[in-house]
């Protein structure tokens, strides 16, 4: 549904350009050179890879375990392993600032069994290896790499011939459970997340244990020890915290058990959005949010910079209404307040949407919505129906709270199809509670890649990379998307794009 079918559908294309016009980000205030550059994300932490022998056998499920230091205290942090077998790593293992010392590095398969291990420094097994323990590891702004070299525990494998303690290899008895982390964010729940787990446990003598863990976005699978009491389960993420207690009594074999918690959604106040032009950002745009005091989205104000104009020109205005919450109609405005459309929508008992309707000028379009599940995930099917009598099909599919593909066909004959990728952090867009004619506001995570394919016509201009800064809380605070040709691949220009929230 992007614009080389709806070229081919004249009356929706004028729409679906008055809806592309709205979307678009926003542009500085008079005087402003250009946007401020504000790269990175604010987490920190140990990304750890490991290089191993040709012979290791393949693991479907590995966890590399780190004894860590600091200041004298010592913590076991955990994390899923992947990559090939000569080649491992794991995720960034979130960590405070601070001067680390990794004292041991084990490789558990999913039985919990060690397979994989780095010698210690002057240890029978460090001969002829270069990258072994201890290490330091120096968190401070960004996250420290750190390369190890493992080699494979034999069966006749000795701890200390790793130059560990005699009972560093031994795998105490464990209850498998999952680990499900989820979030609600305003009421929007992220159960794609990823996360880390500090997990503390009492044996007998009500000494605590603890043991922190790297979870994985989706379902983690780990071991809880048998001989504990009683669990204190610790989730962070960005800002969230969730705390949960359990005794032991309580914990089964194979269950699941969900943490997270939920928070506030930030609510979007502002977009800037600048061109590159001959080597330097122009103001393109700019568009406001307006809230009333429930927090709903009452009106945005999007302004665009015109050649005649040396500022930004308010060119349209959207107000949003809605009934029992649920958003019932867009009114659209010019930049003088004069109304020339609307878009409204209806809902089935479930909540989801079923029809649109929206007029633009003197255009109307009538959308049907129904849902469905395949192989790949959920699908959303929406058939256009246009004042001219023309028609497009369109379909989506959603795995994982993204839309990660989809594709189009005009009764015209024209079509285009794409598969795209996403990060793990906050789309603020779906915390809007609103929607456009194309539900493009459903997918949890921001676009990192799309792949599209088109038939019958094709953009001049496609997205090439994305490149993301975010807060602390996970969510964008700076765009720079790359656009190139599509015939010649070429680089054609860059956009930039800052976000800015109310809270």
């Not at 074999?253 to 959005?273: D, F, H, S, Y």
């Not at 005091?293 to 040396?310: D, F, I, R």
């Not at 959603?398 to 015209?412: A, Y």
Request: aromatic fraction near 10%; glycine fraction near 8%.
């Amino acid at each position: 549904m992007k614009q080389n079918i709806l070229n081919s559908i004249t009356l929706f294309a004028a729409a679906c350009l008055l809806l592309l016009a709205c979307s678009k980000p926003i542009v500085p205030t008079p005087g402003q050179q250009g946007p401020p550059d504000n790269p990175g994300s604010n987490e920190t932490g140990i990304v750890l890879y490991l290089s191993t022998p040709a012979n290791i056998p393949a693991a479907t499920t590995l966890t590399a375990e780190l004894l860590i230091e600091l200041a004298g205290n010592q913590q076991v942090l955990k994390a899923p392993v992947t990559g090939s077998n000569q080649q491992l790593n794991t995720a960034l293992l979130t960590l405070p600032a601070g001067n680390y010392s990794i004292v041991q590095c084990k490789i558990s398969d999913a039985s919990g069994r060690y397979v994989l291990a780095t010698p210690l420094r002057q240890s029978a097994k460090a001969a002829g290896l270069s990258r072994v323990l201890p290490v330091a590891a120096s968190v401070v702004k960004d996250s420290s790499l750190v390369t190890l070299d493992a080699i494979a525990i034999g069966a006749v494998d000795a701890p200390e011939t790793f130059g560990y303690p005699v009972s560093a290899f031994d795998s105490p008895a464990r209850i498998p459970v999952t680990i499900h982390p989820m979030v609600n964010i305003g009421g929007y729940v992220f159960d794609y997340i990823d996360g880390q787990l500090e997990v503390t446990w009492y044996d007998a003598q009500q000494q605590p244990h603890q043991e922190l863990l790297q979870l994985k976005a989706g379902l983690n699978n780990i071991g809880l020890p048998k001989a504990a009491t009683r669990f204190h389960f610790a989730y962070r993420k960005w800002n969230i915290a969730d705390d949960m207690e359990l005794p032991a009594s309580a914990v089964t074999p194979g269950m699941t058990i969900a943490i997270g918690g939920a928070v506030a959604a930030r609510k979007l106040k502002e977009e800037q959005t600048w061109r590159e032009v001959a080597g330097q950002y122009q103001p393109e745009s700019r568009k406001t949010y307006t809230y009333n005091v429930t927090g709903q989205l009452v009106a945005t104000h999007y302004y665009q910079k015109l050649p005649q104009y040396a500022e930004l020109q308010l060119q349209q205005i959207h107000e949003f209404e809605y009934q029992n919450g649920k958003l019932t109609q867009v009114r659209y405005f010019n930049g003088q307040h004069q109304p020339y459309g609307y878009l409204k929508f209806t809902y089935a008992n479930n909540g989801l949407v079923t029809h649109m309707e929206q007029k633009s000028y003197d255009q109307t379009t009538y959308a049907t919505v129904s849902y469905g599940v395949s192989t790949a995930g959920k699908t959303v099917n929406i058939d256009y129906l246009f004042s001219n009598g023309q028609a497009l099909e369109y379909q989506f599919t959603l795995k994982n709270g993204n839309k990660i593909q989809e594709h189009g066909r005009g009764s015209t004959g024209a079509g285009e199809g794409g598969t795209f990728a996403y990060d793990g952090y906050i789309n603020p867009y779906r915390l809007l509670g609103v929607q456009d004619i194309y539900l493009r506001h459903m997918s949890n995570n921001n676009l990192m890649a799309e792949n599209k394919s088109y038939g019958g016509g094709f953009p001049v201009f496609i997205p090439g990379t994305f490149q993301y800064s975010y807060d602390e809380k996970g969510y964008p605070v700076q765009l720079i998307k790359q656009y190139k040709n599509y015939m010649s691949g070429a680089v054609a220009y860059h956009a930039k794009t800052q976000y800015s929230y109310l809270n």
